[in-house]
């Protein structure tokens, strides 16, 4: 996952320079302590000169707005006045979350002239805070003490979403063939996609992966076999399978580097050796995912796009179904045809046969693998209206393998209890319009993923807990 870039602004005002120029060489130390705050939570931050005057805000918003940030975090060194900002962080075209913070933890202790001089930002927040809402420039806020509390773990979640939310408006999805046959849920059409999320579909054309394969030697086929020998256990009954698979997947890899593609979509029953593709490559979309593309079956760019663009905030993530509920133990068993993201395994993945009688490429290989346990939000987006689509939210908790996992060897699996009864978050889930894709964010907080859906204009609904 590439690092997200984002920027700090820190705020003050001429007046101070003009009368005490020493007062702002005591704040640097505050700015340096919030950068690198933001930079133990993986960041890169570029941080702006300090900014005081109109001139000076607008440049350094000319600068933020030139390196494709994911968000700018502003930081009050002191009060600024708010006319001197407002119309250059109305041009930023980064999101604004606004740190209200100070250096002093205790400053009843620390009262004096100099820690008042050193502690008085947050009225400039709320200057700030208020021109924004008059102007309907939107904004975030997290209040709290840099060190004693959650404030900078907070600001890191807003950003991820922030990224999230970039990463979605410019997805370019593959889809190889057309949504499946009679599957509704989850359908929308090129342009509602586009218009809501700003997410792209690329078709492959049989010419253009013709053409691809044309260029795959035999020792390309040879290194990813090699590959697969070390990463997974292997297990084939018709081991002649495992080179074609294997080519069907550098096509498929290769596609989707020359274009540019952040997440893909493959209708297993179109995919026939007329599209160019020997065999319907499984492995090569649970690698893909394991890498950082994202993915949804038959056909679901919709999905496929959301997973992409949570995989580059929240590596962590992979497309899953409900498949089968448990009602004595309450949970349910998550599983796809052959396609996980295997980075999220708790196995060594097994690769093996899969048998394929649905299209002239016969039987193919996949690998398979158990969803690790630990905390996860179950994350759904529902395309409920053409022109405004609906996020399902849910805290749940990955489990550790029930009865015996070695019966479901060969099947993507894991186990997801919900929250409360499983029962009322199969209610819950229906009743909310939930599609049967979905997208499991592991390490995630509901409120960042919340925070991402407004952010994309989407109706947010988050399940009780």
């Known amino acids: 996952m590439k690092p997200i870039h984002i920027g700090l602004l820190p705020l003050y005002i001429k007046l101070y320079d003009d ?26 931050v570029t941080v702006a000169d300090v900014c005081r ?97 959650d404030a900078v773990r907070h600001v890191a979640e807003l950003c991820r979403a922030a990224a999230a939310a970039c990463a979605l408006r410019t997805m370019r999805v593959g889809l190889v063939g057309e949504p499946f046959e009679g599957m509704g849920d989850f359908r ?18 049989p010419e253009d992966a013709l053409e691809i394969a044309s260029g795959i030697t035999d ?41 540019g593609l952040g997440a893909l979509s493959v209708n297993f029953s179109l995919v026939t050796r007329a599209t160019g593709l020997l065999k319907m490559p499984f492995a090569e979309l649970s690698r893909m995912m394991a890498h950082g593309i994202g993915y949804a079956g038959e ?4 999905t496929a ?29 998550i599983s796809h045809m052959a396609e996980m993201n295997l980075a999220l395994s708790s196995v060594k993945p097994l690769l093996t046969d899969v048998p394929f009688p649905f299209t002239d490429t016969g039987d193919t290989v996949g690998a398979f693998g158990c969803h690790r346990a630990g905390k996860a939000v179950l994350v759904n987006l529902a395309p409920l209206k053409p022109d405004r689509f609906t996020l399902l939210l849910a805290d749940v908790d990955m489990v550790e393998p029930m009865g015996d996992d070695a019966a479901l060897r060969n099947q ?42 407004r952010q994309m204009g989407f109706e947010v609904i988050m399940a009780e807990k």
């Open 19 to 44: 009368v005490d120029p020493a007062l702002r060489t005591l704040q640097m130390p505050f700015l340096t302590q919030a950068q690198q705050a933001l930079e133990a939570e993986g960041f890169t």
């Open 53 to 149: 005057v109109h001139n000076e805000f607008e440049q350094a918003v000319q600068a933020f707005n030139q390196l494709e940030l994911a968000a700018v975090v502003t930081l009050h060194l002191a009060y600024s006045p708010s006319l001197e900002a407002i119309d250059a962080l109305a041009s930023l075209k980064a999101p604004i979350i606004l740190l209200d913070t100070t250096p002093t933890y205790d400053f009843v202790a620390a009262a004096g002239l100099q820690a008042i001089d050193r502690n008085h930002g947050i009225h400039g927040v709320q200057d700030l805070c208020s021109m924004l809402k008059r102007r309907n420039v939107p904004f975030q806020l997290v209040c709290g003490h840099l060190e004693t509390s």
């Open 188 to 205: 929308v059409s090129d342009q509602s996609l586009a218009a809501v999320t700003g997410a792209r579909v690329i078709r492959l054309k």
């Open 219 to 259: 020792a390309d086929v040879a290194a990813q076999m090699a590959e697969d020998n070390l990463r997974y256990s292997v297990e084939l009954e018709k081991p002649e399978n495992h080179p074609l698979a294997v080519r069907a997947a550098l096509t498929l890899r290769r596609w989707v580097e020359r274009n």
């Open 299 to 302: 056909g679901d760019v919709l």
């Open 305 to 333: 796009a959301l997973t992409g663009a949570l995989m580059t905030a929240f590596p962590d993530t992979g497309f899953v179904e409900m498949f089968c509920p448990d009602w004595k133990r309450g949970v349910l068993l």
């Open 412 to 453: 993507i699996r894991g186990w997801m209890k919900p929250r409360g009864t499983l029962e009322r978050f199969l209610s819950w889930f229906s009743e909310a319009g939930g599609t049967h894709h979905s997208v499991l964010v592991y390490d995630a907080e509901m409120a960042s993923l919340a925070a991402f859906g």
